[in-house]
């Protein structure tokens, strides 16, 4: 026995059963006519005086090369072996029934050959449980799929439009009482699949608007029509399957009719009823002039939400030639739900839309309704799910913002103790608790400490066995973190709360030696007891030090912090405190002209919520080595196109005059050059934190100032200075900026060109705008220049399709770093 074998053949029927299993297919009905002759359950019917011939096998008449579609028997209609001068027939032939109500799609697909003649057609028709509907026809020289029987064309179509437990299907040859050629067909296969529920299911076969559809006009004098077009110019057939169909035709009401817009509205279905919807509908789409369009919208019973537009022919150009669009229409989830397709000429002698067999179909789940809330247990693997289509329902909570995508979840408590609700989420979300059930839920508990989605919920609640909890998850829309994603919530009992430092509260601040050594800690599981720094409104997670000022020279608090941290010094008491300094940068804060005696509080807090870690904090005096260029009269020389001159004004005095453009100027470093002959220069410093650059003619103790600029990042290109005497000296100062964090100091290469170079590169521009495509939407431009190097879009893009209201944000980040955005 060879085990090797039989273990490969094991898995191959394994895994050729799990993917019939994936597939979910069953064949409702198939026939390949191998057997060379018409099964026996399959009915012939001929209407007219004529004999048709046909048969099931191989081709013999002599005008044929005897191949057939796939090499073996096919069903064979012969009208030219019939012979000339032979009354005109209609032969039919028909499938024995099967039912096809078990399933939301019900694909037919066979191969047919057609070789036309005169008006002779080949027609598919399928039983609706009352009578046979025409589904596809063959009837001209455009329809002919070539000469031999083994030039043919797969027909694949939708029928769960007419699905019923008696369906079957009926092909239909008529000569129209021509000497005509022939047709055949081969390998028919039915095939039922899917679990949806079909909730709109509309052929306009009836000619008419259909009972719930509504047309409206929105501009012009014509709408939309159902039934067959007149237009000679549709010189391949006048309907898309060879039924009714629902079109407007701009090409047939002319050049001078008015500008139109229509909207043809389905009926109301309730989009709450499933997880997930689809759209699939038959479309030609035939353009002529700029602003010609068609758009799908959905329609929430107050506001139109764009879902695509059509702006480039598709399928036709021949309404006989449509293509199957599906679209999912989840994301636009409602209680009322109307797909619109609305149709504008562009005010303009426009071609034609048509629109047939539409179905939106529903399937799935989903627990964004408090009545279908999925159940916790206690202790159990978390429950995954997402509310990436999900509505948000029931009252706002008490402690968030903008909510979405609500997810609700029901518990009935089996322990008296402390429970420990994890989310895991990949949104950032909100927890609410609620007692009482649907009807009259109570929110007793609103949990938000990941307020920007980083890292998820982990909230810890006392809880009453024997009670029955709804707790609810919802996506927050605010500036940081996405408001939908995936989720894998549980629900533990825990024996305690998680622990909280000592110092978590301004009253039991840890003291501080100046000069010791640094005491270590940690902010994890801190709460937020206030106030907020000044400059940072999104501070968490704050913990406390207090320490005696002895001295009135400058300090420096460092606190080691492996997270991204605030330090923020206040002076009085608790309860009572006054903002001294900040530094929202964190790692270390710089004071002086401290009141000696005088107790001071230092907070440091995670600049977001969750952002906690370890410090160690420490207080001492601060020293350094000044830079060599420190004070005016000892500059360091840049030469004119010389490259650039590294410095940095860590540790710098102050030394020289106020800089006009800058009150608060502090640690400057200077420069010096002469003035080429044409008097002008330009400067890039490389700096890349906030400083001013001051030039200066004359000495040290004689300063005029004949330019200054605030804060020329390096980004910002390189800034012209006109006006300068010829070879004559001039000193540059480079001095610290206040910002919103204080003052920074860092490194400098500054580089100063002839005011005629052109070996400065442009400064990295974006620019956007929106290009209207007609009500509803618009196409984003999105134009680059600049900067140095290649180019990296995040966010938007250019050609990304914006529907109305719908906001963008285009960042562009160039080789060198730099970065431009724009949102709108």
């Not at 598919?124 to 449980?129: A, C, L, N, P, S």
């Not at 022939?182 to 909730?199: F, L, M, Q």
Request: glycine share 10%; hydrophobic share 35%.
């Amino acid at each position: 026995m060879n085990i090797p074998h039989l273990k490969y053949h094991l898995v191959f029927v394994l895994s050729f059963l799990l993917a019939l299993t994936h597939q979910a297919q069953t064949i409702l009905y198939a026939e390949d006519f191998n057997g060379c002759e018409l099964p026996s359950d399959w009915t012939v019917n001929v209407v007219g005086g004529g004999t048709p011939v046909w048969n099931v096998g191989m081709p013999d008449n002599t005008n044929s090369d005897g191949t057939t579609i796939d090499g073996t028997c096919m069903l064979i209609i012969d009208d030219d072996a019939a012979g000339d001068g032979t009354e005109g027939y209609k032969v039919q032939f028909t499938t024995p029934t099967f039912d096809a109500t078990q399933f939301s799609t019900i694909e037919l697909s066979m191969d047919v050959h057609f070789r036309n003649y005169e008006t002779s057609s080949l027609k598919i028709f399928v039983f609706d449980g009352n009578e046979f509907q025409e589904i596809k026809k063959y009837d001209s020289y455009e329809d002919a799929t070539g000469q031999q029987f083994s030039e043919f064309e797969t027909y694949v179509t939708d029928l769960s439009f007419y699905a019923n437990q008696n369906m079957s299907i009926m092909i239909q040859y008529d000569d129209a009482d021509y000497f005509a050629w022939w047709a055949g067909v081969d390998n028919i296969e039915v095939v039922g699949t899917g679990t949806a529920t079909n909730v709109v299911l509309e052929t306009f076969n009836d000619c008419v608007l259909p009972l719930g559809w509504t047309a409206e006009i929105v501009q012009g004098d014509d709408a939309w029509q159902f039934g067959y077009v007149t237009n000679p110019n549709a010189w391949d057939g006048n309907s898309m399957n060879g039924n009714c169909f629902a079109f407007f035709d701009d090409d047939v009401i002319g050049d001078s009719a008015a500008y139109s817009v229509v909207r043809l509205f389905s009926p109301v279905f309730d989009g709450t009823a499933f997880a997930t919807f689809t759209l699939d509908y038959d479309l030609v789409f035939r353009r002529a002039v700029e602003g010609e369009n068609l758009t799908i919208y959905v329609f929430d019973g107050q506001e139109f939400h764009f879902v695509k537009t059509y702006t480039e022919d598709t399928g036709g150009p021949q309404f006989t030639a449509p293509v199957d669009e599906v679209i999912d229409l989840s994301a636009y989830r409602s209680e009322n739900m109307q797909i619109v397709f609305q149709y504008e000429d562009g005010d303009g002698y426009g071609w034609w839309v048509g629109i047939d067999n539409v179905k939106v179909s529903g399937e799935g789940l989903i627990n964004d309704l408090c009545e279908n809330a999925f159940a916790l247990q206690t202790g159990v693997t978390c429950l995954e799910g997402n509310n990436l289509t999900a509505l948000f329902t029931g009252d706002e909570p008490s402690c968030g913002g903008k909510n979405v995508g609500s997810l609700w979840y029901t518990y009935q408590a089996d322990f008296t103790g402390i429970a420990k609700i994890e989310t895991r989420a990949t949104f950032n979300e909100l927890i609410t608790i609620y007692e009482g059930g649907c009807a009259a839920a109570t929110e007793l508990h609103c949990y938000n400490r990941d307020e920007h989605g980083f890292t998820g919920e982990i909230f810890y609640v006392n809880i009453t066995s024997g009670n029955e909890y709804l707790i609810r998850v919802s996506g927050l829309d605010e500036v940081f973190g996405v408001p939908r994603g995936s989720l894998c919530i549980d629900l533990q009992e825990v024996a305690n709360f998680p622990n909280t430092p000592t110092n978590d509260d301004c009253v039991n601040a840890v003291p501080l030696t100046v000069g010791g050594a640094c005491v270590d800690g940690n902010n994890y599981n801190a709460n937020f007891s206030g106030p907020e720094p000044s400059r940072n409104n999104r501070s968490r997670a704050d913990i406390w030090y207090s320490f005696l000022a002895t001295t009135t020279d400058e300090l420096l608090i460092e606190s080691n912090a492996d997270f991204a941290d605030v330090i923020t010094l206040f002076s009085g008491a608790c309860g009572n405190l006054t903002e001294v300094a900040i530094n929202d940068h964190g790692q270390e804060l710089k004071v002086e002209g401290l009141t000696m005696g005088e107790i001071y509080f230092i907070q440091i807090s995670g600049y977001f919520a969750t952002v906690e870690g370890n410090i160690c904090v420490a207080i001492n005096a601060n020293s350094g080595t000044p830079p060599a260029n420190d004070d005016c009269a000892n500059p360091i020389l840049v030469n004119v196109d010389g490259g650039c001159v590294a410095a940095n004004n860590a540790f710098a005095s102050l030394d020289g005059p106020t800089p006009s453009c800058e009150i608060y100027p502090q640690s400057d470093i200077w420069y010096q050059f002469t003035a080429p002959a044409n008097g002008s220069v330009k400067f890039n410093t490389g700096g890349g934190f906030p400083h001013t650059i001051s030039v200066y003619h004359g000495g040290c103790n004689d300063l005029e100032e004949v330019f200054c600029a605030h804060n020329p990042l390096a980004c910002d290109g390189f800034v012209l200075v006109n006006n300068l005497l010829p070879n004559e000296t001039y000193l540059v100062q480079i001095s610290s900026s206040q910002s919103t964090f204080g003052y920074t100091q860092g490194d400098l290469c500054l580089e100063i060109l002839n005011g005629n170079s052109t070996a400065d590169t442009p400064p990295l521009s974006l620019s956007v705008d929106v290009n209207c495509l007609g009500l509803g939407s618009g196409e984003l431009n999105v134009f680059i220049a600049g900067g140095t190097g290649n180019y990296t879009v995040q966010g938007n893009a250019g050609g990304d399709t914006l529907a109305t209201g719908e906001t963008y944000l285009v960042i562009v980040t160039d080789d060198a770093g730099c970065e431009r955005s724009v949102t709108g």
